[in-house]
C-alpha cells in the first residue's frame, strides 16, 4: 500500500515519490571468490527473478539490491509455523583498484547472483616468457 | 602487488551491522546451517481449508538435486548444495554452505500423498500438501428442531 502525499518543497528541489514498503531488507549471504582473470560475488537471493535485480557501481561502491514481492498476503495467512521472513535483499562492497567496472557482468539462476568483476589488464598475471640468450 | 588488491572487496561495515541486527534471531543464516546446530531449510507453513503449503528458500539447489517426500503426516525435504567447481580460484569470503541437507517435519493433519506438488522457483520451493479428506473441515447442517 503507497500513498503519495504531495509536499510542497522549497524551491529548487525537486520532489521526488519513493515508493513506500513497510517490509524487511535483508543481507545475502556471500562468497566472493578471485580467480586469475576476475572476482566473482555469489550472493543468496531466493525469490529474485531477472526484473528485480538492481546492481549500481557508484564511486568505489558495488550495491547489489534484489527485490522480493510478497508471496503471501501476510495480514491473512494462517502460519503454522514461520521460520524466515520474505524481504528485499541488500549489500554493498567497496570495490578497490584492479577491477575494470565497465565489463561488470551479472548472471541470475535458481535464486543465486552471479557478479563477475573482470579485473583490468593491467592486474591481471602474467606469464613472462624467458627468451633464451 | 600493492596491498589494496588481495583484498579490492571491503563490506560495508556500518550498513551490515544495521541489516544483521534485522537478521538477528529471525532468519536462520545459512552459512551457519550446515554442519550446525542451525536447521536448514527454514520453512515457513501454513493452510487454507483444502490443503497446506510448505514453502523453503533453497538457493542454488538444482531440481535433480532435490528430494520432497510426504507420507501421511509426515514431510521430508533433502537436498545437496553444490559448491562451485573450477580449479585455481580463491575464497575470499565464504558465507554460503554447501553440503547435503535433510528436513524433516511433522504436519498437524495426514495430506494425500498423491496430490502433493513441489514446485521451484528462484531458489524458492513450495510443496502444496492437500489435507486427507477426513481432515477436511466439514460443515454440519444444524437441523431445526
Redesign the interface.
Known amino acids: 500500500m503507497s500513498t503519495n502525499v504531495t509536499v510542497k518543497k522549497p524551491e529548487g528541489e525537486v520532489a521526488r515519490v519513493e515508493r513506500t514498503r513497510d517490509r524487511q531488507t535483508y543481507m545475502p549471504n556471500v562468497d566472493i571468490i578471485e580467480t586469475p582473470d576476475a572476482f566473482v560475488v555469489l550472493a543468496d537471493v531466493p525469490g529474485v527473478s531477472a526484473d528485480g535485480v538492481d546492481i549500481r557501481f557508484e564511486q568505489g561502491v558495488l550495491t547489489l539490491h534484489g527485490r522480493v514481492e510478497p508471496r503471501q498476503d501476510e495480514q491473512h495467512t494462517c502460519y503454522l509455523l514461520r521460520e524466515y521472513g520474505v524481504g528485499d535483499y541488500l549489500r554493498s562492497f567497496q570495490i578497490g583498484e584492479g577491477i575494470d567496472s565497465e565489463k561488470i557482468e551479472a548472471t541470475l539462476k535458481d535464486g543465486v547472483m552471479e557478479l563477475r568483476l573482470p579485473k583490468s589488464e593491467a592486474f591481471r598475471p602474467r606469464k613472462i616468457a624467458v627468451k633464451a640468450s | 602487488m ?1 596491498g ?2 588481495m ?6 561495515n556500518q ?2 551491522r544495521e ?2 541486527r ?2 538477528d534471531g ?6 551457519a546451517g550446515f554442519g550446525s546446530a542451525t ?1 536448514f531449510p ?7 481449508s483444502d490443503a ?1 503449503y510448505a ?1 523453503a ?6 531440481p535433480e538435486d532435490l528430494e520432497v517426500y510426504a507420507v501421511g503426516d509426515e514431510l521430508t525435504i533433502r537436498g545437496t548444495r553444490k559448491p ?1 567447481e ?1 580449479e ?9 554452505g554447501t553440503g547435503e541437507f535433510t528436513r524433516v ?1 511433522t504436519l ?1 493433519v495426514n495430506v494425500d500423498a498423491d496430490k502433493v506438488k513441489a514446485a ?1 522457483k ?3 520451493l513450495t510443496v502444496t500438501l492437500p489435507k486427507a479428506e477426513e481432515a477436511k473441515p466439514r460443515r454440519i447442517t444444524v437441523k431445526a428442531g
Not at chain 2, 529471525?26 to 552459512?31: E, H, K, V
Request: proline share 9%; net charge negative; glycine share 10%.
Open positions: 600493492p589494496g588488491f583484498n579490492p572487496f571491503a563490506a560495508m550498513l551490515q541489516v544483521n534485522l537478521f529471525y532468519l536462520p543464516s545459512l552459512g536447521v527454514a520453512l515457513n507453513i501454513w493452510e487454507d497446506l514453502e528458500e533453497i538457493p542454488g539447489v538444482a562451485r573450477g585455481n580460484v580463491a575464497y575470499h569470503r565464504r558465507e554460503r517435519v498437524p521451484l528462484d531458489g524458492v
